[in-house]
């Protein structure tokens, strides 16, 4: 039997098929910070007055893993370009799913207020890592169809991210986020309703407020927010770059190439 594939892209049309696998997205991210350790940016991190009690090379490496794993929820979400002639799977809204999943994580893997802190900045980055293109209008986004909880392969999911994690902490709160993913899907009565829920949510309630009102009242959990924030859209969108194959280099490529070059290598 086949293994089951989660898809962070997708689009065929007349003579052509790109297929992103979510593993090798993250896995390709990871590449792209393999370096951080050594970086300015790492040196500057370590320099602001404030307790790292999660390294910053273990938060960066967190907030790539979970920024794209709402996608899992969009697998079904075909849609169809009749200019192109090109299908296609739109995953718009996924980061509120993402910052859901992250946030339930979270909860299960702090154990001080510096943890909360560095979490939250990580939180901050995923929920706004498409923050360009409008998150009101992505938030409206619903599904067109609803997919059933053997459909989600919740099972395929958790072991694609256990790939990525590195001690038994991080697993333990992973058990967390799938057990209360399940629990919470079913209150909902199902997957449609249950993704409704979160992407307006996200953006309305407690969680969201407490991030935005920290961000915009603590200047060092801004620059962490922004530091962060700046590095996953450079890796996101790198890694999209090469392993979709690449094309023109535009100028905003040019500029991501430069951040990296100067700060994260």
Known sequence: ????????????????SIREKLVDHIDECMKIISNFNNSRIYRYLMEMPCEWSIKPSDAIRLMIVFHD????FYQKNYEYDDERNVKYLSFKGHEFLS?????????????????????????FSILFHHHAMNPEQRGKVKLKYDITLEDLKLDELKNLLIKFLKDKRELKAL?????????????????????????YASLRESGYR??????????????????????????DYLSAYKLRGGGGLSDFHRVLMDFHNYYLS
């Open 69 to 72: 794993v709402g996608k899992a």
């Open 1 to 16: 039997m086949n293994k089951y594939v989660i898809y962070s892209y997708y689009e065929e049309g007349s003579g052509f």
């Open 210 to 235: 407490e991030i935005w009102d920290n961000f915009v009242g603590c200047s060092i959990f801004k620059k962490t927010s922004l530091i962060f924030l700046t590095t996953l859209l450079t890796v």
């Open 175 to 199: 058990d967390h986020v799938f057990d209360t993913l399940i629990e919470e899907i079913k209150i909902c009565g199902s997957v449609k309703m249950f993704v409704e829920n979160v992407t």
């Open 99 to 123: 910052f859901h999943i992250f946030e339930k994580f979270s909860y299960g893997f702090v154990e001080s207020n510096a943890d909360s802190n560095i979490l939250s900045a990580c939180s």
